[in-house]
């Protein structure tokens, strides 16, 4: 399974929305990115994906995006060969 990295916040609804999905999905380890609590990850968020929002998730090398974009690639079948590599 790809290795799975999320920027993220505590108290974020769409994160852990996100996360419930990925975990349903077969994902035990989820690297998270808890930029509240990293600032400097926050701009470093924002370099690698050019966006401000989080969640932003990673599958491998390939920039998912949020949670919309998520539950998107889930519903038209590419969320678990993404994962499978």
Request: hydrophobic share 35%; proline share 5%.
């Given at each position: 399974?790809?290795?799975?990295v999320m920027y993220s916040?505590?108290?974020?609804?769409?994160?852990?929305?996100?996360?419930?999905?990925?975990?349903?999905?077969?994902?035990?380890?989820?690297?998270?990115?808890?930029?509240?609590?990293?600032?400097?990850?926050?701009?470093?968020?924002?370099?690698?994906?050019?966006?401000?929002?989080?969640?932003?998730?990673?599958?491998?090398?390939?920039?998912?995006?949020?949670?919309?974009?998520?539950?998107?690639?889930?519903?038209?079948?590419?969320?678990?060969?993404?994962?499978?590599?």
């Open positions: 399974m790809q290795k799975v916040k505590d108290y974020c609804p769409y994160c852990a929305r996100a996360e419930a999905l990925l975990r349903q999905r077969g994902v035990t380890d989820i690297e998270k990115i808890q930029i509240d609590r990293e600032p400097a990850q926050r701009d470093a968020m924002i370099e690698r994906t050019g966006r401000r929002t989080v969640p932003q998730i990673f599958i491998g090398d390939t920039h998912v995006g949020g949670c919309d974009d998520l539950q998107a690639l889930d519903r038209a079948g590419g969320l678990l060969p993404l994962l499978n590599g």
